[in-house]
């Protein structure tokens, strides 16, 4: 058996708790992510003032009465919704800012900007499984 001098040892072992760390970061609720198209004003939280594109949509299961407005939640797509695009996700997470809620006949836990959709899902899948997390 192989003996490793200490100093690697401790790489390995701060390599392993920044990796941990990481994956703790993004690992969060289960969901469903569809996207909209331009233009993103009005919104139900800032009405006309614009927010860029790395923006999203909370449906109602965390939109609580508009008390996610403004919050940030890091986004990653775990797999694929429909058999249309097998392998959709891009390996990426995307941070997007609540800026609206999701209208009536939302198809999603959360509906990104499409530009942010693209980040970490292939648009042609319309929708992909996610996982989501609010950032502090």
């Known amino acids: 058996m192989a003996v490793m001098p200490k100093k690697a040892a401790g790489s390995v072992a701060l390599a392993m708790a920044v990796g941990l760390a990481m994956v703790s970061l993004v690992a969060g609720s289960p969901g469903l992510a569809t996207f909209y198209t331009p233009s993103y ?5 800032y009405g006309f003032a614009d927010q860029g594109v790395m923006i999203a949509a909370a449906s109602e299961a965390f939109w609580n009465g508009g008390e996610a407005c403004g919050h940030l939640y890091a986004v990653r797509c775990t797999g694929a919704t429909n058999a249309g ?4 996700c891009t390996g990426r997470t995307v941070t997007v800012k609540i800026v609206d809620l ?3 006949g939302c198809r999603g836990t959360i ?4 530009e ?10 319309g929708k992909v499984q996610i996982e989501y997390s609010r950032m502090s």
């Open 116 to 125: 942010s959709f693209a980040i970490i899902a292939d648009p042609n899948a």
């Open 111 to 114: 509906d990104l900007s499409q």
């Open 85 to 88: 695009v097998p392998q959709p």
């Open 41 to 45: 004003t009005p919104s139900a939280c």
């Open 102 to 104: 999701c209208s009536a």
